[in-house]
């Protein structure tokens, strides 16, 4: 994050609602800067917004409609907040 302050590069960042929580002091830089950054929604877990279940590199997917939409609405939530 510095080098993008320092050299003024803007940047959008999708940040998950677990990287919210646990990186409160790059949130605040990026905050601090909202000429250079834009914070988007990545989810509220990282979970693959699929709605069938299945794995996705690994990764269990959402696996139903309603399990995608609760994952991206927790994620905004977190941007909210």
């Known amino acids: ?8 590069v803007p940047a959008t960042i999708f940040v998950t609602g677990i990287w ?7 949130v605040g830089i990026m905050r ?5 950054f834009e914070l988007e929604n990545h989810g509220g877990r990282h979970i693959p917004a699929v709605d069938t ?8 997917s959402a696996g139903s409609p309603d399990a ?11 941007l909210a907040s």
Do not use: F, T
Not at 1 to 8: G, H, Q, R, T
Not at 20 to 26: Q, Y
Not at 53 to 60: A, D, F, M, N
Not at 71 to 77: K, P, W
């Open 1 to 8: 994050l510095s080098a993008l302050v320092e050299n003024k």
């Open 68 to 78: 995608v939409q609760a994952e991206v609405e927790s994620g905004a939530a977190a």
């Open 53 to 60: 279940p299945r794995k996705i590199y690994g990764i269990s």
């Open 20 to 26: 919210l929580k646990r990186n409160a002091a790059a």
């Open 32 to 36: 601090a800067h909202p000429d250079l």
